[in-house]
């Protein structure tokens, strides 16, 4: 089933990345590096999921997911973390609890993507 996904993450690099691997699964992708833009994209895109980066400089992850899951109820939410300096676990515990169908700790392997888009 073809999917378009929203990745929101800081880091062009974990962007393409992603991208390439979704694009290779057969999905279309929106990547955005600013959080700020997010509340767009999901008010004028038919957006299946939204892969987002717990720490980012604007606006975290989790507050993403809040806005997320109060807007777009149906918009699957799979939060990625490296954990900066305590590791992803407990960010990706946070996100969890916020809504988050999925959390994947960075490097995101494919087959993992793959599962958690369902």
């Known amino acids: 089933m073809r999917r378009l996904v929203c990745i929101l993450?800081?880091?062009?690099?974990?962007?393409a990345k992603l991208a390439l691997d979704l694009r290779a699964m057969g999905h279309d992708t929106i990547e955005l590096g600013d959080s700020r833009e997010?509340?767009?994209?999901?008010?004028?895109?038919?957006v299946d999921a939204v892969i987002v980066d717990i720490v980012m400089p604007d606006k975290d992850g989790v507050e993403v997911i809040a806005e997320i899951r109060k807007g777009w109820p149906d918009v699957r939410v799979i939060a990625v973390s490296a954990g900066g300096r305590v590791g992803p676990s407990l960010y990706l515990e946070i996100a969890r609890q916020m809504g988050a169908a999925a959390c994947l700790a960075k490097p995101v392997?494919?087959?993992?993507?793959k599962a958690a888009l369902g």
């Open 38 to 46: 997010v509340r767009q994209v999901l008010a004028t895109q038919p």
């Open 109 to 113: 392997e494919p087959d993992r993507l």
């Open 9 to 15: 993450d800081d880091d062009e690099l974990v962007r």
